[in-house]
């Protein structure tokens, strides 16, 4: 009965990976014949015209080596990765998201190969020379970043912004605020003119990044080597974290969003900002493109003013699975997308090149956008995400942001159930140990 059991576990397994590969139509990862990549993007997006580019470089570089380039849905990836991975038929590079929770997991279980030496070699520690690029991409044998060995490579970042509507601000005689003081006065006029300022969502996880970008605002240097990297004692009784708190409440107390916020969903947050219902959106600049094409009014973006930090980091990791065949020509296809070809592909369609030259974009709201990237790169201002440091911290935050959104709770509680989860997780850590 157990040898039957173990069967129809290995035989799922099996299933489960041609499903999500799609191998059985396509090559096989042959050695030295075949290259098999797995990425997460829309064809249409910066990133998929940037990397359909890359495969065509490839392919004239190697016209020997088939190439398969199939996209999977980052959820079942995400969560089948251990599945996927321990099996003999696996990609030879693919695209997975970082962080301990991410990359970190799969290279402390052996599952993602070192790519330090690939690093040396191909001096992708000079192109990606920003400590805040690097961050993301090495990982300690606990899974931890920040230190250790390389075990992803990215190509494209991402930030939090403030996005508005310039025909309604030049209708109403508004300015793009340059301090806090200016936003705040900002979202007051607004509301006086009998429009919701903000266009926001709480069900899902934009309001997380609201929090937390007023959270940053008075942030230390230090933050991201303490709470994000577990380097030192976070200290959670710091004013920054209640006043930062109590901000992100009032944001929703004072009318700036709609009072439905919890029910708001992400795509829910966007059509009331590309309606014109709202004139104002902080969210990521994953919005970019989309509104560069469905935005039917003149828009721009800015960044939050004053702030000593802000959450952003690389985007997804290109990743090589230790069971990889063809590891050589991986890394190979890795380096195209960090030429500056294909990067400048990925700016020029609204994406976030950190290998690219902002000079070369033509489109001057696209060219400012990824400058403003760069500088909080080079600044080492890119805080990363607050749900990055253990598993499970996404969901319990998601919650805690609920809380803040409907003050259902005081910002002094919010931050102890926070300390709470973070401590806990530290404790379950072996990086804490």
Not at 86 to 110: C, I, R
């Amino acid at each position: 009965m157990k040898l039957k059991r173990l069967g129809i576990i290995a035989f799922a397994a099996s299933a489960l990976l041609a499903a999500l590969s799609g191998c059985a139509s396509g090559p096989t990862a042959e050695d030295g014949k075949s290259l098999v990549i797995w990425n997460y993007e829309d064809e249409s997006s910066a990133m998929g015209q940037a990397w359909k580019r890359a495969v065509e470089v490839f392919k004239e570089e190697h016209p020997d080596v088939k190439v398969k380039f199939a996209q999977q849905a980052f959820t079942s990836t995400k969560t089948n990765a251990q599945v996927l991975l321990s099996g003999n038929d696996v990609p030879d590079v693919m695209e997975f998201n970082k962080g301990a929770a991410g990359a970190g997991q799969l290279a402390s279980q052996g599952l993602i190969s070192p790519l330090t030496d690939a690093v040396e070699k191909y001096g992708w520690d000079k192109t990606l020379a920003s400590p805040s690029l690097q961050q993301l991409s090495r990982y300690t044998t606990d899974g931890v970043p920040g230190d250790g060995d390389w075990y992803g490579i990215p190509n494209y970042g991402e930030y939090i912004l403030w996005y508005y509507n310039k025909d309604f601000f030049a209708e109403h005689g508004l300015q793009v605020p340059t301090t806090r003081a200016e936003l705040d006065q900002l979202l007051a006029d607004i509301k006086g003119l009998g429009v919701t300022p903000v266009a926001a969502s709480a069900k899902e996880f934009p309001y997380i990044h609201t929090w937390f970008q007023y959270v940053l605002q008075d942030a230390p240097a230090d933050w991201v080597n303490c709470y994000q990297l577990l380097e030192c004692k976070v200290d959670f009784d710091a004013p920054y974290w209640s006043e930062g708190t109590a901000a992100a409440e009032n944001l929703v107390k004072d009318g700036y969003t709609s009072p439905n916020i919890t029910g708001i969903t992400h795509e829910q947050m966007g059509v009331n900002f590309l309606s014109g219902k709202s004139p104002l959106m902080t969210s990521g600049s994953w919005w970019f493109g989309r509104l560069k094409s469905e935005a039917k009014f003149d828009w721009d973006a800015f960044a939050w003013p004053e702030q000593n930090l802000n959450q952003g980091s690389v985007g997804n990791l290109w990743v090589v699975p230790t069971k990889a065949k063809n590891k050589d020509l991986a890394y190979e296809f890795i380096d195209i997308t960090l030429r500056p070809e294909i990067q400048n592909i990925l700016g020029e369609n609204g994406g976030l090149p950190i290998a690219g030259d902002p000079s070369a974009i033509t489109d001057e709201r696209t060219a400012k956008f990824t400058t403003t990237f760069q500088e909080l790169a080079n600044s080492n201002r890119l805080a990363l995400y607050p749900d990055f440091p253990f598993p499970g911290y996404f969901e319990e935050l998601l919650k805690d942001s609920q809380s803040v959104a409907n003050g259902s709770k005081t910002p002094e509680e919010i931050v102890d159930i926070v300390q709470k989860f973070y401590e806990d997780g530290l404790k379950n850590s072996t990086a804490g140990k």
